[in-house]
């Protein structure tokens, strides 16, 4: 019986919020599919084969709730720049996509899906602006008509030649596109502007009858699953290309994956995500597709349109999988400037703007990696940007936790004042507050001690965390006070803090801790903290969804 | 303090940091004061764009967030001022709609909500906010002009 309402919670709780969202999904999907596939060199329908695959199995098998699967920005540049290194083999991509699927099970199967969380913010920020800057650099040539490329350096080579040869009759096209893709979301947002831009601009250039390139033929229906033919002096560079998928693949699904929790209020299964996102790729580079990731901007118009379970990720990729079916006439007079268009208006939007604009106000430390990874991003190579960027981070962080040793709260209290806070709370509540003292940075060992002394406690209401001696948290114990936190309030005890510094905060925060830390449950001293147990007593208790905490009144 | 509040009277007032919603908080502050009642303040969180990144939209959403908690310190001390008791509540979901609901789930005896005018020609022709939450509140609504 558990088995078939698990399953009917996983695919059918919401069936036509579901289908509503899969079309929703899949006309946002169509015309992004299509411009990457072209993009990675690989072949439009290569774009749609990968959305195809990935759509399908990775939300029949994954561990996110409404999340749309497919090729994204960061998985076309590397395949991009693979299909570039083996011009004269492909088969080597399709290799290294189902090498990237294995790699991705095997993660969700250890567990180091989990992991991922915990990639800094600067490495995150500065590898997606690289991924956003390669691009609109690799899209140029492609706007004005003329054949791109897919590594980033030759890209940039060639722009000053390009001048002499624009296309101007492309140049109008993606013109036209752009300023579709642009103003339509002004008029409303509900209007898929990119799939209008494609239909209108293929439209005109049909009537106008325009010399600009095409996407060409696609062949109608998917492809018979195949391995890869491969040489076994080929298995470095196909395992190269696969670790690097891999591992960008489970960045970018798992970034999504958090996106849709904020969205949904659900908590996603970040391990049994990895295993989907793996499966999804295998299948995807057995039809010769592109590899895929969650992706933001379909999960997040799945979700606005009614998705709520696995169902609807599936229907996008079944809906897609009916388009190529009928497809192939009308695509082979899709204008590829207007496809480059649309990737512009992708690369320009994964920049993390909000970091370049405020670069002054944002620590120093957090810029220097941001830079780094963004250089290495473009010029280096995409895992040792991630990598170099991880590196950096820790060893900025470590100075960090040097420099910050020293803490400015002392916190001893005598008795005497302890018991004049607490005199006037009634005696029934008073002994069910609990206090909790931290000291030192809150690393694992520290947040263990924490976990052992939640199950020891009984009768607790509340309890109260006084941080004002924890200069430092690392990820581990930021995870182990959340599963604390999650016990404490299974067992319906309210959690206070006491001078959370800042810093603190944002590490919780970051980790998705502060999923459980309201911050009206934050107080700069144990008095206050008192204060508002005093109030919350006084009013009627209230549950659940919505986060609340009483203000003391003035006396 | 002890005694308990069910029977008291409650009101919420919806605080989106707009001129018209503080308006509407200081004419709440007065209700609550005459009334001697609960005062809830209550912000809704509508949900952010969608886009082609993971990283802005988990940061927009935290802008968002911390938007509506600086409004809450600040209602808070204009309500600690007048001597009354807030409960403030941050929710999710379309405006009017989010209101009613909480306007539902909590009992709340009267609403009080600023008069938004017509955002765009969309709003003319649907209504505004506070028309839709006349419409469809179980309880008392004010709107504060």
């Known amino acids: 019986m558990s088995m078939t309402a698990a399953f009917s919670g996983r695919y059918l709780g919401h069936p036509i919020g579901d289908l509503t969202g899969g079309l929703m999904a899949a006309i946002v999907a169509l015309p992004l599919c299509l411009a990457f596939g072209v993009a990675s060199g690989l072949g439009a329908a290569a774009g749609l084969y990968g959305a195809i695959a990935c759509g399908i199995v990775a939300a029949i098998f994954g561990g996110t709730r409404a999340q749309c699967s497919g090729p994204t920005g960061p998985m076309t540049v590397v395949a991009a720049s693979l299909a570039a290194s083996f011009p004269q083999h492909v088969e080597l991509v399709f290799a290294s996509v189902l090498v990237a699927g294995l790699i991705q099970i095997l993660m969700g199967i250890t567990k180091v899906g989990t992991l991922v969380h915990y990639m800094p913010y600067p490495v995150i920020s500065g590898f997606m602006t690289g991924i956003g800057a390669i691009i609109i650099f690799i899209e140029i040539a492609p706007l004005v008509g003329l054949p791109g490329s897919g590594n980033v350096l030759e890209a940039l080579q060639e722009i000053p030649s390009l001048f002499n040869r624009v296309n101007r009759a492309a140049l109008a096209v993606s013109a036209f596109s752009l300023a579709l893709i642009y103003l339509i979301p002004r008029i409303s947002k509900k209007i898929p502007a990119t799939l209008v831009a494609l239909v209108s601009a293929t439209a005109l250039c049909h009537w106008l009858s325009l010399d600009i390139p095409k996407i060409g033929q696609i062949p109608s229906g998917l492809p018979l699953p195949m391995l890869p033919q491969i040489h076994v002096t080929d298995l470095h560079p196909v395992i190269q290309g696969g670790l690097t998928l891999a591992f960008l693949g489970a960045i970018d699904s798992l970034l999504t994956s958090l996106v849709l929790d904020r969205v949904t209020g659900d908590k996603h299964n970040s391990n049994q995500e990895l295993i989907g996102q793996g499966l999804g790729n295998i299948a995807s580079g057995l039809i010769h597709g592109l590899p895929g990731a969650g992706a933001t901007m379909r999960s997040m118009v799945n979700v606005k349109s009614g998705g709520r379970t696995h169902l609807s990720g599936a229907v996008h990729g079944v809906l897609l999988l009916a388009v190529l079916l009928g497809l192939g006439p009308v695509a082979s007079a899709i204008p590829l400037p207007c496809l480059a268009a649309i990737l512009l208006s992708v690369g320009i939007s994964i920049m993390d703007w909000r970091v370049l604009r405020n670069l002054r106000r944002t620590p120093k430390s957090d810029v220097i990696v941001m830079l780094v990874v963004l250089f290495l991003t473009m010029f280096v190579d995409l895992i040792i940007a991630v990598l170099a960027g991880i590196a950096l981070a820790s060893v900025l962080f470590v100075k960090q936790l040097s420099d910050a040793q020293t803490s400015t709260f002392s916190d001893c209290e005598t008795i005497e004042e302890l018991r004049q806070l607490t005199s006037h709370i009634p005696e029934n509540i008073r002994k069910s507050i609990y206090t909790y003292q931290l000291n030192g940075p809150l690393f694992f060992g520290e947040a263990k001690n924490l976990t052992e002394s939640v199950d020891q406690l009984t009768g607790a209401r509340y309890i109260v965390l006084r941080f004002s001696n924890v200069p430092l948290i690392d990820q581990t114990g930021a995870m182990a006070l959340e599963s604390a936190i999650e016990k404490w309030e299974a067992k319906r005890c309210k959690v206070l803090f006491v001078g959370l510094q800042p810093h603190i905060r944002k590490i919780l925060e970051d980790t998705g801790a502060i999923h459980r830390i309201d911050m009206e449950n934050c107080f700069d001293s144990f008095e206050q903290a008192l204060e508002a147990i005093d109030a919350f007593e006084a009013t009627p208790h209230l549950d659940g969804t919505i986060t609340e905490t009483e203000s003391p009144s003035k006396e | ?145």
Request: proline residues 1%; contains cysteine; hydrophobic residues 45%.
């Open chain 2, 1 to 145: 303090m002890t005694a308990p509040e069910e029977n008291k009277y409650a009101i919420a007032v919806g605080l989106d940091g707009s001129d018209s919603s503080w308006k509407a908080f200081e004419e709440a502050v007065q209700q609550t004061e005459l009334k001697r009642g609960v005062l809830h303040v209550v912000s809704i969180q509508e949900s952010v764009d969608a886009s082609y990144s993971a990283t802005e939209v988990l940061a927009a959403e935290k802008t968002a967030r911390e938007r509506l908690e600086g409004l809450h310190i600040r209602a808070r001390m204009q309500a600690e001022e007048a001597g009354i008791m807030i409960v403030a509540a941050i929710t999710t979901g379309n405006s009017a709609s989010a209101l009613v609901d909480y306007v539902k789930h909590k009992h709340i005896d009267l609403l009080i909500v600023g008069d938004t005018g017509h955002s765009s020609i969309w709003g003319a022709l649907l209504g505004t906010t506070a028309e839709k939450i006349v419409r469809h509140a179980p309880c008392s609504v004010l709107i504060v002009r």
